[in-house]
């Protein structure tokens, strides 16, 4: 009994299970999966695995600024991808801003997936006045640009707190993205649980005195759980975007902790000045972390479709 719910058994049965036959199956989402851990390994490990500390002031050679490519006429074999214009390892700054990028895009789609998991819940299982507010609540969100909000929010955030620390100008980051990132969540989960509520074991576990708390919680989520998860992946794409977006604007991510978006907005000035790998790198790394994602997200909503099996 203890083998069955040890570790390596569930590991087991995971290797053995239709998601993993259809991964293993699958050349592009094989593909995708090793670049985006490429990209995740390299932004947690930045520390250890970048040759420079791009954001060190005390490291930077404005003598070495805006050096090309190693494999061009004028560039040197310690900037592999160039330097901008303070002198910064391009490579060295794709890791440190990749972190950043990556860290607010999971944290707002945490947060988005719990409030909108939570009140879609409440709107599908209750119903009656509790669904009609919930839902409003979703079409006046739907109708602002996500962007929109969000440059709202974080511009209100920026001018009530200047001197913020840089934690805080992430969090309102975060709150910023997740503000609207909550409602398909909301609307995928009502409607699941709307279906979910009038099966047979929801109505059992009401005649035996299930808490409805409990009968959320441990019926109905669970068959929830696949639409969810594909809903968070791809929206990790869509919170990484909207995060550069934001930071190309000037408005994200603080000055002295660059995210990808940042780099693209420093790159853009010197690109018409013939230093295109300033910009063109940032934008090559972004593309590859959110079309890794996407295509992710794409064959894990084909392997979790019955229907398609």
């Avoid at 005390?58 to 004028?74: K, V």
């Amino acid at each position: 009994m203890n083998e069955a719910v040890s570790p390596p058994g569930s590991l087991r049965r995971f290797f053995a299970s239709d998601l993993w036959h259809s991964f293993m199956h699958s050349p592009m989402a094989i593909a995708a999966a090793l670049i985006a851990l490429i990209c995740i390994f390299g932004a947690t490990f930045a520390n250890v695995l970048a040759p420079h500390h791009p954001f060190d002031l005390a490291t930077l050679e404005l003598a070495d600024s805006r050096l090309p490519p190693a494999w061009l006429p004028e560039g040197r074999a310690a900037y592999l991808l160039g330097t901008d214009d303070q002198g910064r390892d391009i490579l060295s700054a794709l890791m440190y801003g990749s972190r950043i990028s990556l860290l607010v895009g999971l944290a707002s789609v945490a947060v988005s997936t719990i409030v909108g998991v939570t009140l879609g819940l409440l709107s599908g299982y209750l119903g009656g006045n509790t669904d009609a507010f919930i839902m409003r609540v979703c079409d006046v969100m739907l109708s602002f640009p996500a962007i929109l909000v969000a440059l709202l929010i974080d511009g209100v955030g920026r001018a009530l707190f200047p001197e913020a620390h840089d934690a805080l100008a992430y969090a309102v980051l975060i709150i910023a993205i997740s503000l609207t990132g909550w409602v398909p969540y909301a609307r995928t989960v009502r409607g699941g649980a709307m279906v979910e509520r009038q099966k047979d074991y929801v109505q059992a576990a009401r005649v035996i005195g299930v808490a409805p708390l409990r009968i959320m919680r441990r019926h109905v989520l669970p068959n929830l759980m696949g639409p969810v998860m594909v809903l968070a992946t791809l929206q990790v794409a869509t919170a990484i975007l909207i995060e550069a977006t934001l930071s190309f604007l000037g408005v994200g991510a603080p000055p002295t902790s660059p995210s990808l978006g940042t780099l693209i907005r420093v790159g853009n000035d010197f690109l018409f000045s013939g230093d295109w790998w300033i910009t063109v790198f940032p934008g090559a790394m972004l593309v590859l972390i959110a079309l890794s994602v996407n295509l992710l997200g794409d064959w894990l909503r084909d392997a979790l479709n019955p229907g398609l099996r």
